[in-house]
């Protein structure tokens, strides 16, 4: 049983409306869900009739999402047909094939992790977590721990900068390096505070956390995110049939950015036609009612060859 913070959902689906409209689900059609979490947009997708190949690299992850998609078929009298997958997303069109779905009218992507990824306090993504891990897929071999512990002063300036966009990245990678020679860093609430410390006041005062983007950099390299988003960007190209719509949630410039130019290199090639000029965001009321969902930005395109 995993120790969370008081808050009860699992995760509440970002921008679930546009994620419903943007697939455009067609009764009896399979919808590929690459990161089902909590399975909050699969029900969705579900009770609007679509059929739902569910893959999270995260066991606790489909184990929810296994919940909450037999809840949905108890409660509805639609014919319901969804599976399960435990594998990494970048390996989504060998899933397809295995799964022997057949045509694909919609993919979806909703990036990064979700909301009981990070309150669970032993799985070491946040602040306060009494690990230091990151890993999405708890088989990977190398955690935030490892990380923070093995890399030099100039390699982990560079990760920080390069995945985290972080302008005092030296200086933070130097606080660590002089941290870890009094004692090892084995928990978010110690690197928090590392962090914390070696931070300009301005940081200190700031509506971020000065260590969100130090902790962003470590979990997007445990997870090799980028590297992911990137391989499976033309598979779930490759599933889709003709028609079919792309739909990618993203939560930083850093996810955003291939999104975009993937999605702007095939309407230039005339495959594609990108339905949202501009990402859309969440409108205000889902703004109060979730403050994750601030910087979430959805893309839609469509197969058109
Ligand atoms: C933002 S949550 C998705 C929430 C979900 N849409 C819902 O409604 O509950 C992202 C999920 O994607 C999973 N994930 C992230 N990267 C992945 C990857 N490369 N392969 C498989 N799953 C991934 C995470 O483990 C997490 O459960």
Do not use: C
Not at 40 to 45: D, N, S, T
Not at 56 to 63: G, I, K, N, P
Not at 261 to 282: N, Y
Not at 294 to 300: D, T
């Amino acid at each position: 049983m995993s120790k969370t913070s008081p808050s009860t959902e699992y995760h509440i689906p970002v921008l679930l409306s546009e994620v419903v409209e943007g697939l455009q689900i067609e009764v009896g059609q399979w919808y590929v869900d690459g990161t089902i979490g909590g399975g909050g947009h699969a029900a969705a997708i579900l009770a609007a009739g679509g059929k739902v190949l569910g893959i999270d690299q995260d066991a606790e992850a489909l184990a929810e999402a296994e919940r909450k998609l037999q809840q949905t078929k108890n409660t509805t009298d639609q014919i319901v047909e969804y599976r399960l997958v435990q594998a990494n997303f970048r390996d989504l069109a060998e899933v397809v094939k295995t799964q022997a779905v057949g045509e694909v009218a919609g993919v979806l992507l909703d990036l990064g992790v979700s909301s009981h990824q990070l309150d669970a306090l032993e799985r070491g993504f946040s602040f306060r977590s009494d690990t230091l891990d990151m890993r999405m897929d708890a088989g990977q071999m190398v955690t935030a721990a490892d990380l923070v512990a093995r890399l030099g002063e100039a390699d982990l300036t560079r990760l920080f900068a390069d995945l985290g966009e972080e302008r005092y990245a030296r200086s933070m990678a130097r606080a660590i390096v002089r941290a870890r020679e009094q004692q090892a860093i084995t928990s978010g609430g110690q690197l928090a505070e590392i962090i914390y410390k070696a931070s300009p006041a301005a940081y200190r005062h700031g509506s971020l956390h000065p260590a969100t983007r130090i902790f962003q950099a470590l979990r997007l390299a445990v997870n090799d995110e980028i590297g992911s988003l990137e391989q499976v960007l033309p598979q779930a190209w490759s599933v889709l049939s003709k028609g079919g719509r792309l739909v990618v949630i993203s939560f930083h410039s850093l996810e955003d950015r291939p999104v975009k130019h993937f999605m702007r290199q095939l309407s230039v090639l005339g495959q594609a036609k990108v339905l949202t000029a501009r990402p859309l965001t969440a409108t205000d009321q889902e703004l109060r009612q979730n403050a994750r969902s601030r910087s979430a930005k959805l893309r839609v395109a469509e197969k058109v060859v």
